[in-house]
């Protein structure tokens, strides 16, 4: 989805510092604003800007890989904080990795006011200590690594990438729209769905007796489809509400299964669930590598 606000303009150093003191590339959570926008760049693929559900606030993904991988974030209750198009600064410490390296550094089109380059994502999340850290992810398609005219750079920049990250926080990574898998990409986007529920079906009550109705249908060999209707006909729901209700569920790890092999449909054998009466663990909870 293109954004109709005017994008900003790179052309002077000034530009870059006024930026940098209005806040963009900095803060946390609810108060970080990412360095670039949607309107700030040429499409990459389908842009979006995404209300966040695990925090609250407008992401700006600049192509679908970032979208798919973002889900994933999104989806692991170990992540607690996602930061997408990460500036990498201060500039002179990018440009002393890149003299290092012997890379000539970009400049904006048009000038030569040095670029200030971008991560797709730092993420923060908890260690198997359950202390957060820190992790820098660039994200590329397959594709983008293949023989090309602009792989060459591509190459450069993601060894400025990784030199500055593992410097500052030891943790860097490249994944690709390989990595994340196409059932799970297609499964997680219609999950999303239903993650934020209308008032009228945020009761917890409810939520129980859905699942209590789901349990007593699980492991019939019956299609997901009816499943939902059952459960959703017997607690005076509408189909499309089930269907929602269901949806958040998953999304909240109330009803669990592998999602990672088959891209769901309402119309397929629904697979045998785990169901709980509060949110545990998820099965598939993605590393951040």
């Known amino acids: 989805m293109e954004s109709k ?45 995404v209300a966040g559900s695990k925090v609250d606030r407008t992401h700006h993904l600049l192509s679908d890989v970032e979208f798919a991988y973002f ?7 170990r992540v607690i904080d996602i930061r997408e198009q990460y500036p990498i600064l201060p500039v002179e410490e990018a440009q002393d990795i890149a003299a290092s390296l012997g890379i000539k550094y970009p400049t904006y089109p048009g000038t030569k006011v040095p670029c200030v380059l971008t991560t797709d994502f730092l993420v923060t999340y908890l260690g198997g200590d359950d202390l957060p850290r820190l992790a820098a992810r660039t994200v590329k398609t397959e594709e983008d690594l293949l023989p090309s005219p602009e792989l060459e750079w591509t190459l450069q920049k993601l060894e ?55 349990s007593q249908v699980n492991d019939t060999g019956r299609t997901l489809s009816s499943m939902i209707r059952t459960a959703a006909k017997t ?6 509400d089930g269907v929602v209700l269901f949806k958040y569920l998953v999304w909240n790890k109330l009803i669990r299964f ?20 509060e949110s545990l663990f998820p099965v598939f909870t993605p590393e951040v590598a």
């Not at 219609?190 to 939520?207: F, I, P, S, T």
């Open 71 to 77: 889900l994933t974030l999104e989806f692991s209750e």
């Open 160 to 214: 400025i990438e990784r030199w500055f990250w593992v410097d500052k926080i030891g943790d860097w990574q490249v994944v690709t729209d390989g990595c994340v898998g196409s059932a799970i990409s297609h499964n997680l986007q219609w999950l999303r769905k239903g993650v934020h529920l209308e008032r009228r079906l945020q009761d917890h009550d409810l939520h129980r007796h859905f699942l209590d109705i789901f």
């Open 5 to 49: 606000v005017r994008g900003r303009r790179f052309k002077t150093q000034a530009d870059i510092d006024r930026y940098i003191e209005q806040g963009y590339g900095q803060g946390e959570g609810q108060t970080y604003k990412p360095w670039l926008r949607v309107q700030d760049v040429p499409s990459r693929g389908r842009s979006r800007k």
């Open 258 to 277: 592998d999602l990672q092999e088959i891209p769901l449909k309402l119309t397929m054998e629904a697979p045998v669930f785990e169901l709980f009466s």
């Open 235 to 240: 607690i005076h729901l509408s189909y499309d």
